[in-house]
């Protein structure tokens, strides 16, 4: 399934063997850019059906802070949620600022995000991978015509696509795989 976008849509599709599919995309004439640690972190609070979402990279540098109106139970970065997104810098500041409001419970994913470039597609095509503690993504947002293009150059047309967020992925995968859920989503931990 693929999300739309106001100028395309957003697949995102597991892999299974991300190297493979890295040695095409260069054969293909697309370079690696740049490689980022990502790390976001989910603060709610009992009872409330308010969220907020911060992420930021390694250093700390936040790139956004969005706040969420709806259950957490129910949310999906697609459907039924009433989302505001900040941009922002100092992390300290609002971490300080959200933990003597009622925001005490907190959840984090980790994940690295490695993206793509082809000069001959320009802005038209993006390519990102994401490697989360769980599994491999291949994120491509672009007209509909060129995702589909480059998925079967890549041999992914009929690859299993993502429909939901990265939570709910985890949820899903450790539901398959009878693996008891941990609260944060990190790299190394047990």
Same mark, same amino acid.
């Given at each position: 399934m693929s999300r739309r976008l106001l100028d395309g849509i957003e697949t995102k599709v597991l892999i299974e063997q991300k190297r493979e599919i890295q040695m095409k995309l260069l054969s293909l004439g697309w370079e690696?850019?740049?490689?980022? $640690?990502k790390r976001e972190e989910r603060l709610f609070s009992d009872g409330d059906s308010t969220r907020v979402i911060l992420k930021t990279d390694k250093n700390?540098?936040?790139?956004s802070m969005q706040v969420d109106v709806d259950s957490m139970n129910s949310i999906d970065e697609r459907n039924g949620c009433c989302s505001y997104v900040v941009q922002?810098?100092?992390i300290k500041k609002i971490r300080e600022?959200?933990?003597? $409001?009622?925001?005490?419970n907190q959840r984090v994913l980790?994940?690295?995000?490695?993206?793509?470039?082809?000069e001959s597609y320009g802005n038209d095509l993006n390519v990102i991978f994401e490697m989360l503690p769980f599994a491999n993504i291949l994120r491509i947002r672009g007209t509909s015509q060129k995702v589909e293009e480059l998925l079967e150059h890549l041999d992914l047309i009929y690859a299993e696509r993502l429909d939901c967020n990265y939570w709910t992925a985890y949820e899903n995968f450790c539901k398959v795989n009878s693996i008891v859920e941990r609260q944060n989503i990190e790299f190394g931990s047990n």
């Open positions: 690696i850019q740049d490689l980022v $640690s700390n540098r936040t790139s922002f810098g100092d600022a959200l933990s003597m $409001s009622d925001f005490s980790e994940f690295f995000q490695q993206a793509w470039m082809n």
